[in-house]
């Protein structure tokens, strides 16, 4: 890692000076493309004030306003597509009133050949949250990834930023305009599942830290509202069972939150082995969420099949959503009663908080059943979307909305997935670990050499029944390989 940050603080060096042996302004600016060579759909773009003034920036229909003092600048240039001339409009007001504009034309490469193409199969704007689809997508070689493709995509299905990386989950934005993603190197645990840790960094992919877990992070980061992180990890002879907490500033371990306590390690639920990763993987904890209105943790554990919410002090149980079987006399008092047993989750992912006490998750669906005679197939399965409303006076929960199953085992997904609730009451569901075998059926043998992978994208409304006014699509269409598309999670993002 010291050498990817090393390198970078040369590049940086070697900008400056080539910068500083000119005089740049606003009418004739330095640009660089892609400067920290992860990163070509962004640039940087440096010049120097006599006065403070007032800057817009026009790319295509994104649009950014930055309020400039006298002196050096460096600006981030963000939304080209790739393989065009693209035409960046600046507009420069100065605290004198006098005004002035330029032009900045940008040739962008295409993107590499491995990249999806993508499908926009409805596109209701009127309808759509605003924002773009940031999309933690890989390339997949069966269930291995073999090329990181983090992307954020518009209403018509353009890449506006892409992120060539080694990354494998987290790809968030952070509450100061930054974004945090897996570190570009491998824990060593559990091959290239787990990496080091994860760094921040800016659009144009310069890093500014490097947060490290001695035993690699696992799927999830979660920043906190006092800036610190939740991360999910394990430890020294568990897989993906513990959670801690990261301060900001120091970058050290300052909490943990060991589920094999929380919970029950012994309890047995899977009804077959083709699917779990490592023996030792009983929990497999995959997201989490804070809840701010009663300090408490959600998370979703794909292994156990449910969704726990604790206390984040004290780690009391509120209560855990997931199928009755199994639990023992400790934990039992905990797990709410389902109003209609149809609505139970399985192997899910992506906890919400709701309104008005509800909480949402995606529902992967696996197999639907820990008897293995009552066990789905893939082939009569689903996943969805859906969302809870919570009675802890009566011990119950019930299925208030859901989307997903109408549209039957075409986006059935045994792994990866995730939900997100909109401003406007909109629901963002990632469909991303779609399973086919070679000939397009669904399977869940995803350890199978022969499996494809399919990525969904659908924003709908939050009635019953939803719309859907957005869905795309990404999958190969070479039936002769195991190669495809996959994704863990999608959520609405600006620049």
């Known amino acids: 890692m010291l050498e990817i940050m090393n390198r970078q603080q040369e590049i940086k060096e070697a900008i400056w000076e080539t910068y500083s042996q000119h005089n740049y302004t606003i009418q004739t600016p330095f640009f660089s493309l892609n400067p920290y060579q ?44 790739a393989n065009k001339d693209n035409e960046v409009k600046l507009r420069i007001t100065y605290k004198d009133g006098t005004k002035a504009t330029s032009n900045l034309n940008i040739k962008t490469s295409p993107l590499p050949e491995s990249y999806p193409a993508i499908e926009v199969r409805v596109s209701n704007k009127a309808q759509m949250e605003e924002g773009l689809f940031s999309l933690s997508l890989g390339r997949s070689e069966g269930v291995k990834t073999i090329e990181a ?38 824990s060593g645990i559990c091959g290239a599942y787990t990496s080091a840790g994860f ?35 394990q430890g020294d002879e568990t897989k993906q069972d513990l959670l801690v ?40 904890l995959n997201a989490i ?71 949402l998750m995606f529902d992967n669906g696996n197999f639907r059943s820990y008897d293995l005679d009552q066990a ?18 009566s011990g119950t929960f019930e299925k208030i909305w859901s989307y997903g199953e109408e549209r039957g085992n075409s986006l059935y997904c045994p792994y990866l997935g ?7 009451n909109n629901r963002l569901m990632c469909f991303g670990g779609i399973t086919k075998d070679i000939f397009g059926g669904p399977t869940d043998d995803m350890k199978s050499n022969r499996m494809k992978n399919e990525v969904v994208i659908i924003e709908t409304t939050g009635d019953m029944p939803a719309e859907v006014v957005f869905e795309m699509a990404m999958r190969d269409r070479d039936i002769t390989r195991p190669l495809g598309y996959k994704c863990y999670r999608c959520e609405k ?3």
């Open 38 to 81: 992860v990163c070509p759909l962004s640039g940087l773009l440096m010049f120097f004030l006599e006065q403070s003034a007032t800057l817009e920036i026009e790319v295509y229909d994104q649009h950014y306003a930055y309020e400039l003092e006298k002196g050096h600048q460096e600006l981030p240039i963000l939304g080209l597509k």
């Open 149 to 186: 493709l983090y992307s954020i995509v518009d209403e018509e299905g353009e890449v506006r930023w892409f992120y060539t990386g080694m990354t494998a989950h987290v790809f968030r934005k952070l509450k100061n305009g930054n974004l945090i993603v897996d570190a570009p190197i491998s």
């Open 199 to 233: 760094i921040e960094m800016d659009f144009l992919g310069h890093i500014k830290a490097f947060y490290r877990l001695p035993n690699g992070l696992h799927h999830d980061v979660y920043e906190l509202p006092n800036g610190n992180f939740l991360a999910i990890t």
């Open 245 to 284: 907490e990261i301060e900001r500033e120091s970058r050290r371990i300052i909490k943990e939150w060991n589920f094999r306590g929380l919970l029950d390690q012994n309890r047995q639920t899977v009804i077959d082995k083709v699917s779990v990763n490592h023996p030792l993987d009983w929990l497999h």
């Open 289 to 359: 969420v804070y809840d701010e209105g009663d300090n408490s943790i959600v998370a979703t554990s794909r292994n156990q099949s449910c969704m726990i919410k604790f206390d984040k002090d004290t780690s009391k149980i509120h209560w855990i959503i997931a199928p009755k079987e199994g639990w023992n006399e400790r934990l039992n008092p905990y797990v709410l009663e389902a109003m209609d047993k149809s609505s139970i989750g399985w192997a899910p992912h992506t906890p919400v908080i709701g309104k008005e006490g509800t909480v």
């Open 376 to 393: 789905r197939h893939a082939y009569e399965n689903f996943s969805r979307g859906i969302e809870y409303r919570i009675d802890l006076e």
């Open 418 to 424: 995730s939900i997100s609730l909109l401003e406007n």
């Open 493 to 495: 993002m600006t620049f």
